[in-house]
């Protein structure tokens, strides 16, 4: 195998290639995840690579004019160990072993070796020491601030336990009304799905449909549509 000795350090092109080809959003390679001498990585098969740098999409050129060309960058990608070819464990299939052999095969796995840029990892380092400081200086802090961050604090104390307190007034009021009447009653009934901020609290109530009923308008609407007919049915 190649050593980085043996051929020096990457070209800024190379990188780039490789930054290209790591990115998922741009080069389209969808990457699974393994455990390679104990490290979890990233690694793809190499007729996905291929594809994904011989491939038009959306009136965009291909990365590689042919599969030749891709197959040289992939090598080299594999000369500077960027990427490692290596193979799967017949027991454990996340679990990926070195192959002896490193060239390029469109049929084997390649493990990524090329984490990225770290910028953001800096960065969040960074930002990490800087709010560890802030808090060890606090008694430090000018008075304003300190009142202010004690307000703040006090605020969302106050909107989390609210948002409890919803929530378990919300639930007794449903399980009542579901033992007083067949139909239960929430309050907020969008207050936990996945909707916006101010969704969530619109309707203000609503009561729980049963499944039989919802089977029932829901065969209702299939057989109205199949029927071609869009009027509501009338009840007497």
């Not at 104990?38 to 009136?59: C, D, H, I, M, P």
């Not at 992939?74 to 193979?87: P, S």
């Not at 990524?112 to 953001?120: A, N, P, R, V």
Request: hydrophobic share 45%; with cysteine.
């Amino acid at each position: 195998m190649a050593t980085v000795s043996e051929f020096g350090n990457p070209s800024k092109e190379l990188m780039s290639f490789a930054a290209y080809l790591h990115n998922p959003s741009k080069s389209g390679l969808r990457a699974r995840e393994g455990v390679l001498n104990g490290r979890r990585v990233q690694y793809f098969k190499g007729k996905s690579a291929l594809n994904a740098l011989t491939k038009e999409e959306e009136g965009k050129p291909a990365k590689c004019e042919s599969r030749e060309e891709a197959i040289e960058w992939l090598q080299d990608l594999i000369d500077y160990q960027l990427i490692v070819r290596c193979d799967k464990d017949a027991q454990a299939a996340s679990i990926l072993r070195i192959n002896p052999m490193q060239n390029f095969d469109e049929d084997t796995y390649f493990a990524w070796l090329y984490e990225g840029s770290q910028i953001m990892v800096i960065l969040g380092g960074i930002g990490v020491v800087a709010v560890v400081l802030a808090g060890v200086m606090f008694p430090l802090w000018p008075s304003v601030l300190r009142n202010g961050t004690w307000y703040l604090s006090m605020l969302a104390l106050g909107l989390l336990g609210l948002l409890f307190a919803t929530a378990i007034v919300r639930l007794i009021i449903y399980i009542i009304t579901v033992l007083a009447c067949p139909q239960g009653l929430w309050i907020f009934p969008n207050l936990f799905e996945d909707v916006g901020f101010f969704e969530s609290f619109v309707p203000a109530y609503a009561w729980e449909v049963s499944k039989e009923r919802r089977n029932t308008a829901q065969v209702n609407g299939n057989n109205n549509n199949g029927s071609g007919n869009t009027e509501p049915e009338k009840t007497e």
